[in-house]
């Protein structure tokens, strides 16, 4: 299960903060109302709202912003109703791309995808056309800190951790899906704190693009990335420094 699949971390070594900063505050708001809805409004009983409220803060996100989103989400101010959705298409190179959305308007989602898509050379596709080629697991980054590898990987284990993976930065720990919430929390019991914590899905099985092919795939990713209504992209190719300076 090792490596990671989604775009975000292919973006971030492309060199793409700046222009993440710009839509970090939309997607974390977003994230934040769905979190409040499904979730109730209170971040001690809610990880994924709790989660959420963190990362708000460590983009400096204002108080009062954070707590009309919550408010916004548990029904107490009239807002906009935003849905969670998952669509399915192929990209250049045969590539198997999943694209998780949080919006409150479907068709205009379903057209910018649709363009995005036919402009790279790919195309949407069925729901479950490519859904079969990735694991929905839980994912939790947790930052080296000079934590011991071997010590951290026992721990993680003991809270149910299926596999972990190292890199000279952090380690990535991946949990069944109804496992997640109850591991983060067995893990912060142990003073350990993550960068990250929430569901993904890890292909696989990956393909091989050619080096053009990979050019187009990375033009798609930067597109759908450039859309308010994207909130993740995962995609079953390994696309490594030497393909995205050629790109």
Avoid at 40 to 66: C, F, H, V, W, Y
Avoid at 157 to 165: F, Q, S, T
Avoid at 224 to 236: A, I, P, R, S
Wanted: with cysteine; net charge negative.
């Amino acid at each position: 299960m090792a490596g990671h699949s989604k775009w975000k971390n292919i973006r971030l070594r492309k060199g793409k903060q700046d222009a993440i900063r710009g839509k970090t505050f939309t997607r974390i708001s977003r994230e934040i109302i769905v979190a409040a809805k499904l979730g109730g409004a209170d971040p001690s009983g809610n990880p994924r709202l709790r989660l959420a409220i963190q990362k708000a803060r460590e983009n400096a996100m204002p108080a009062d912003t954070i707590e009309r989103a919550i408010k916004r989400g548990a029904g107490e101010l009239e807002d906009v109703a935003y849905e969670e959705l998952t669509y399915e298409g192929y990209g250049p190179g045969g590539s198997a791309i999943l694209v998780e959305c949080t919006t409150e308007n479907r068709n205009r989602t379903v057209a910018d995808l649709r363009h995005a898509f036919s402009k790279c050379g790919g195309n949407l596709a069925e729901s479950g056309s490519v859904s079969w080629r990735f694991k929905y697991v839980g994912e939790i980054v947790v930052p080296r800190n000079g934590l011991d590898e071997e010590e951290f990987t026992l721990k993680a284990i003991d809270a149910g951790a299926e596999d972990v993976v190292a890199d000279s930065e952090e380690f990535t720990v991946y949990t069944p899906a109804e496992r997640l919430h109850t591991a983060y929390e067995e893990l912060e019991a142990t003073g350990i704190k993550a960068a990250e914590v929430g569901l993904t899905y890890v292909p696989v099985d990956k393909v091989e693009p050619s080096k053009e092919e990979a050019g187009k795939l990375i033009r798609l990713l930067e597109l759908l990335d450039e859309l308010d209504d994207v909130k993740e992209t995962y995609v079953n190719v390994e696309l490594g420094d030497e393909l995205l300076q050629e790109a």
